[in-house]
């Protein structure tokens, strides 16, 4: 049977279409000769036909290397192309045809997750074929709503309707490229599209002791609970797993339980999946009681690991949920570095824009270390008693933290200090309960 090696010149979608729009010949003759020189090379690749024999094989294989030799010095060519100055913006953008499967996924409540590095920070798309203007997607300062950011700063998210907002919400008129774009030099990892799934991070947490095993994949293994463990699985907590598994997937089962043997957590089973990444999976205890019921005494006393490829659990605990959010519209408060021992309180004056931007929904992110692994604030100049915003065991609710970033809401700082930010005063102090460090603080917008 003969087969031929395809090429797809997926590049060209944009490149082509510089030369239709030319500032000057020169610019004009470089981009058509590329564009020629790259399609006379695909053609090349298509007509390479492969026999079963071996000489056949080891012939087209030499062809085909010979040919990805040549595109090396075309696109080499093409780097150093001068772009004239109405196209600069071309020489920073990369991207690529969307697979159907890709488009098909970009419905209503869908995320754009784009894993990256830049030196700006700052991340955004571009349909570049889209029908009407050539338009950026979720640029800071730009058109819309911008994108949302890890604490980070690697990981973007775009929702669907961020998208809709330049694009309108027919899909199919938003061709079919997706272009990556940042202020700074900036290099992408990943892009995938799925629903939004929340960061966790747990307060409060009871370790599960001793919990360490592993298996071959549909296999499971597991330990008796300690009773600490299950007085901690109540309304409002999850379950940390720590782990790696063949496939990235991880879920639990309660094998003992009154309502019989159920995976919880399991992507296409029964309930909602886990949130997994790879290294951490959590399980509400609201995905638990879906399938077990809302009495714990009915779950029985063992927990089990479980996933579809070779797995290795390192470590499980319980605590209360905590999310970290993504934010945008970060302002930062400038030279609000500073450290102190346990319980000691360290913090300056609040500049004008960071109180202005302490509103409904914003979130304040601290980025921080401590030998407590805690973290809070205190407005000392607030009306009222003094008081800590935050703290684990004290009043209102805790900051989420994971030991490097804490969040603090707005909600969660007017719990404590009322709605009235102009009572909060103009200090913001942090504090820990084991000696500690903040390398910075910002006030941003947190994504719903």
Known sequence: MRKKILF??????????????????????????????????????DAIEVDAEESSIRYAASDLLSCLDELEVEFMKFSHIDFPEEFDYLEDMAG????????????????????????????????????GDWRRACQPGGEGTPA????????????????????????????????????GDWEVFSVKVGKKAPHYTLTNAVDFEGFVTSEAGWAQSGFTMPQEFVDALVPGSIVEITYSSENGDMWALMNEA????????????????????????????????????????????????EASGAWEVYGVRVGTAQELKMVNNLVNFEGFVTSGSGWGQAGFTMPEEIISALVPGSVVVISYNSASGDMWVIMNEAEGDWRRAGQP?????????DGKVCQITFEQLAEIYGDDVSKWGTSMQCEASGDWEVFSVAVGTAAE
């Open 148 to 183: 949302y950011y890890n604490n980070a700063g690697n990981i973007a998210q775009i929702t669907f309707e961020q998208l809709a907002e330049i694009y309108g919400d027919d899909v199919s008129k938003w061709g079919t490229s997706m272009q990556c774009e940042a202020s």
């Open 8 to 45: 797809v010149t997926a590049c060209l979608i944009l490149l082509c279409g510089c030369g239709q729009n030319p500032i000057d010949a020169k610019f004009d003759s470089e981009i058509n000769m590329f564009c020629e020189s790259v399609s006379a090379i695909g053609a090349r690749m």
């Open 96 to 131: 690529f045809t969307m697979p159907e499967e890709f488009i098909g996924a970009l419905v209503p409540g869908s995320v754009v997750e784009i894993s990256y590095s830049s030196a700006s920070g700052d991340m955004w798309v571009i349909m570049n074929e889209a029908e």
């Open 258 to 305: 009154q309502a019989g043997w159920i995976r919880v957590g399991q992507p296409g089973g029964e309930g909602t999946p886990a949130v997994t990444d790879g290294s951490k999976c959590y399980i509400t205890y609201e995905q638990f009681a879906a399938l077990y019921g809302d009495d714990v005494s009915t779950w029985g006393t063992t927990m089990q690991c």
């Open 393 to 401: 065991g004290g009043e209102g609710t805790p900051a989420a933290v």
